[in-house]
C-alpha cells in the first residue's frame, strides 16, 4: 500500500504536469529541449576531450600568424 506522502506528491505531479493536455504537451516539449542540450553538451565535451590536440582550434595557432 502506497503512503500517503507519495500519493499526494504523486496527485500534485499530475495535476501540474499531465491532467490537462496543454501542459502535457508543454512538459513533453520543455523536457526534449532540456535533454537535447544536456546531451549536446556531454557530447561535445567527451569529444573534445578524446580528439584533444587534433582538433582546428587546437593547431590553429601554429598555421596563423
Known amino acids: 500500500m502506497p503512503s500517503a506522502a507519495a500519493s499526494g506528491f504523486t496527485r500534485t505531479i499530475y495535476n501540474t504536469f499531465f491532467k490537462r493536455n496543454s501542459m ?5 516539449f520543455v523536457g ?14 567527451v569529444w573534445d576531450n578524446v580528439n584533444k ?12 600568424s
Do not use: C, L, M
Open 53 to 64: 590536440g587534433k582538433q582546428w582550434k587546437d593547431i590553429k595557432d601554429n598555421y596563423t
Open 24 to 28: 502535457f504537451i508543454t512538459t513533453i
Open 32 to 45: 526534449a529541449i532540456a535533454f537535447e542540450v544536456g546531451f549536446d553538451s556531454i557530447t561535445s565535451k
